[in-house]
C-alpha cells in the first residue's frame, strides 16, 4: 500500500500510521477526499482548471459535467478580451440580439449561478469559435495506490489536514479518542477558510483599486 503525503500527515497526528488498530486505510482516504469536496465547496477555484471551450452554434453554450460551475470566460483564443455583462443589461440595450449574425469573435458573456454550466455569448457564435474558460472541476474518483494525488491547489494541504482529523475524530463510537479534538480540528479549519478568504482580499486587483 502506498500512502500519499496527506495521508501519511493525516495518520501521523492520529498516532495511528503502522497499525491501524482505530482507523482504517479506507476511513483515511474517505475523510481526505470528503476534505477535499468541503473546500471545493467554499472555495470553487480551489480546483481551477482553464479549458479551450468550442463553442456551438448560436448564443447558448454549457460546460461538461466535470465540472460544477463556470468561474470567468475571460477571452477569445485569439486573445481579444471578453466582457462579463449582465443578461438583463443587454436584453434592455437590444432586444433582439439574439437574432444577429453569428460571428467567429465572442464581445461579452452572461452566465448566472443558478445554471452554474451554462452561459450564453454575444454575438451569437459560429460553431467552431474557440474561448477560453475558467471553471470549477468536479473532484474524480480517486484510486489512491496509482494517484494519490487530489486536484486542488497544494496550498490548501493544511486545510484538507485539519478538515480530515475533524471527521475521524468525530467518529461516533467506543474507538473514538477525544471529540473535543474533533470540534478544534474544525475550528481549525474554519479558520483556516477565513483567512485565505481574507488574504485573498487583501491582495485582490478589485481592492487595490478601490484604495487609490
Not at 2 to 17: G, I, K, M, P, Y
Not at 112 to 128: I, N, S, T
Not at 135 to 142: D, E, F, G, L, T
Request: with cysteine; proline share 5%.
Amino acid at each position: 500500500m502506498r500512502f500519499s503525503l496527506l495521508e501519511t500527515l493525516v495518520a501521523t497526528v492520529l498516532d495511528d500510521l503502522d497499525d491501524h488498530l482505530v482507523y482504517s486505510t479506507d476511513n483515511l482516504q474517505n475523510a481526505i477526499t470528503e476534505a477535499e469536496v468541503a473546500i471545493v465547496a467554499l472555495r470553487p477555484d480551489a480546483s481551477l482548471e482553464v479549458q479551450n471551450y468550442i463553442c456551438v452554434s448560436g448564443v447558448a453554450q454549457k460546460i461538461a459535467s466535470t465540472y460544477n460551475r463556470i468561474l470567468g470566460i475571460p477571452r477569445n483564443k485569439n486573445g481579444r478580451a471578453i466582457r462579463l455583462v449582465q443578461r438583463e443589461s443587454l436584453d434592455a440595450a437590444n432586444p433582439n440580439w439574439v437574432t444577429i449574425a453569428a460571428s467567429a469573435v465572442i464581445k461579452e458573456v452572461m452566465f448566472d449561478d443558478r445554471a452554474p454550466l451554462e452561459f450564453f455569448v454575444y454575438p451569437p457564435a459560429k460553431a467552431g469559435v474557440e474561448i477560453e474558460v475558467h471553471a470549477s472541476k468536479n473532484q474524480p474518483i480517486y484510486d489512491f495506490n496509482t494517484n494519490p494525488n487530489l486536484i486542488i491547489n497544494d496550498i490548501y494541504k493544511p486545510h484538507v489536514i485539519e478538515y480530515a482529523l475533524y471527521r475521524l475524530f468525530s467518529r461516533d463510537g467506543d474507538n473514538t479518542p477525544n471529540p473535543q479534538r474533533a470540534m478544534n480540528h474544525l475550528a481549525n479549519f474554519q479558520n483556516l477558510m477565513g483567512l485565505k478568504i481574507q488574504s485573498d482580499q487583501g491582495i485582490s486587483i478589485k481592492n487595490k483599486t478601490d484604495q487609490r
